[in-house]
């Protein structure tokens, strides 16, 4: 049995001696090759791969030969090419720039400071703008392509992830990974921002169906009618009792009309008793008529037909092209309901055999290459390559997959999806093999540990933090819905869950692959996802300046640790929570207690919303709308100045 930071105990007499926990083993997070974002060069010559743990950008030419490996500053996140196919923009996440690198030489030009924690980044040649979105901040950043300067910088975003632009530059699409509402909020889902770029300001917010998070990839048809963005679609406002038929998640693709700024239609990509979860990229055919989508928590890549798609969108319900000494199937189900009645379309979020009834869609696993020796079973199927995340399809038809976790690219057949390359950029097997915290992220990320694969871990957890939504699970009770924690600090902030039920986030750990994934894992998957939750990256504040409290923060904190506020009595440095229970007057209607325990102030800049209802949307709210009694911490005597203050120290942490 491989070890991970396992606390043992020694049997003496009729007591116990405690252990000290075993050290964890653990691999340089950074030697590990981690494919995250893919993107073909303008004329279908080079692939270039953002390696995210490694910091390095990858370059291959079409027979998969790496060419290039470029050095960056921080995680490599989203890649971008320049239209002439001469350089190329990776995000340096962490290091707040983004870099333009000569595809040819393999040389950084240039860096573009863009703000703290870049991740999607997009290209407007002809409006002459780069468009970075920074998570860290919530902001979206407009560089000039000329003079490298900040042209404008833009919020009201919530953890921005990737962006897209229209094929006429009009638009900037940019998908926020949680939503900015109260998590409280029954309607409450992640939203779809258009910016207009002639103006340089946002021109719509386009909320999801409700429970719509986890937003990742977006893509504009070529003919720039539609957007498409594949996300999550959590069933908040049911209790977690069963899996089955979608009843907690369900995973999405959204059809959005930009000029009419509305969503067109949510079409669900899992089957009725299968799910498909955590979907992440998307590619593109050039003629518009083919969509592919790598499902990253099961493994596999879907091929969608738009094309009959948008036929039975519009009324038209056609039979589906048969195969050859086949007949043709009739469309049933809900599309002759939207073919008398468009409205019906709305419907949709909650089909999970629509796709799949006028066979729209195809989900293959993404294979990986064994030896037929040490591998008896295979014709129940090869074991999957894990985690794969960036897709992209060159305009000759090279349709390239990065598997996050393997390290591999895999190149397929875009008509068939049969593999016909695997490129390794690392050995991360073999590094694995010794470390609990690699493989705790993978089975954190793994969505096949799960009854019928609806969710990952990592689905209400992304990164292991939060997804900014109420869930009612059913560990304190039913009908009494809580936002869902962070992970970050579990470890050392015990007890677990809003009410302290959970004694210590072991137990927690545990508890969630039965209580809500619904299955008995191995042993050591618990082990492993424990070690993962205990080792999380921890990235400074994007709020601090050059590592230190800026000169307000300087003063927020001040505030907090005065006699009069008594912010740092219960908050008390360095984890920030005395571990106990109190009432602070934030009970809601729901709620059949008072007291909650005491979260940890630690990351607050990224994990909004706040109180363990969610009622909060930001700290000031916390401050002033949801502690009129001054029981959480005195509060009411302060100026707005001092109040902004607060703020920035809290955000700081």
Known sequence: MRLGAIALTVAVGAGMVVVAAAPIQRVDRSKYRSPFDLAFSPDGKLLAVSDQTAGKLVLMDAAGKVTQEVALEGE???????STGQSVFVAECGAGSVAEVDAKAGKVLRRLKVGPRPMGVAVAEKKGLLIAANSGTDTVCLVGLGDGKEAARLGGFRQPFFVAVSPDEALAAVGNLIPATPGSDETTSSCIALIDLAKKAKAADLRLPAGGSQVRKLAFSPDGKWLYVVHTVGRTNLPTTQLERGWVNTNAMSIIDPAKKEIYATLLLDRPS???????????????????????????IAKIDLENLHKLLAGEAPNPPAAKDHYQRRITGIWPEIKKDPKKRAELVNDLAALYSADLIERVTVPKKVDPKNYPFLAWGAPPLKGPRGVALSADGKLAVGCYFPGKIVLFDPQSLKVTERIQLGDNEALAKNDPVRRGEMDFHDATLCFQHWLSCATCHPDGRA????????????????????????????????RGVRSSYEVATAAGYRHILFRVVEPQVIEDTKAYISNLPAPPSPYLVEGKLSPLGQKGKAVFESAKTQCATCHPAPLFTDLKKYNVGTRHELDRVDEFDTPTLLEMWRSAPYLHSGAAVTLMDVLTAHNKSDKHGVTSHLKKEELQALVAYLLSL
């Open 76 to 82: 490599a996140t989203g890649v971008a090419w320049r």
């Open 274 to 300: 299968e799910g498909a979860a955590d979907p992440w990229g998307m590619a593109m055919a050039k003629d518009g008529k083919t969509l592919y989508v790598t499902i990253s928590g099961v493994h596999q």
């Open 467 to 498: 997804d900014g939504m109420n869930w009612d699970l059913l560990n304190d009770g039913l009908g009494n819905p809580k936002n869902t924690k962070s992970m970050f600090a579990a470890d050392k902030t015990p007890p677990s869950m809003a």
